[in-house]
């Protein structure tokens, strides 16, 4: 690989609109193409990306949607099941890649739909049309990015 390029973990997350092959498969390839768009990634620049779902989507496989899209075995794909916490967001789907990235860029952590409220400070407008949108930049009125649900700091 090349030296000016470094190991990055990036992480992301969306909602499906329903328990649905097609709301599912909507959802995870807005994720990933926002993913692969705002960090300027190519499929052979992925290492890897792990899918967590909430119990409440059953209906498909994050992977295999992920893996149509990246027209790239090379990439490994994992999905599990996000552990289940009280009142967490319904219908959620997260994401943690690890990609190469140029060792002066900024990485983005795309979330997108009812997600954004886990991370409004790395929310993102879905794509459409190829168009880039920048981080949301929201802050409490501390100036901190805001907590994620049930006391989670991280927004997990």
Known sequence: MNPA??????????TASA???????????ELVEALMAHNQLQASQVLSITFSVTADLNACFPAAIA????????????DCQQMAVQG????????????WLDGQQIPVHPYLREASRLRPDRALAAPSHNSVTTPAGARDPAGCPPS?????????
């Open 5 to 14: 390029l470094e190991l990055r973990a990036l992480r992301g997350a969306t």
């Open 88 to 99: 967490d967001l319904s219908r959620c789907i997260r994401l943690l890649a690890h990609a």
């Open 67 to 78: 893996r149509r899209l990246l027209a790239c075995d090379g990439v490994a794909l994992l």
């Open 19 to 29: 328990n649905s092959i097609e709301a599912i498969d909507v959802a995870v390839s």
């Open 148 to 156: 994620g649900p049930a006391g989670d700091p991280a927004g997990h």
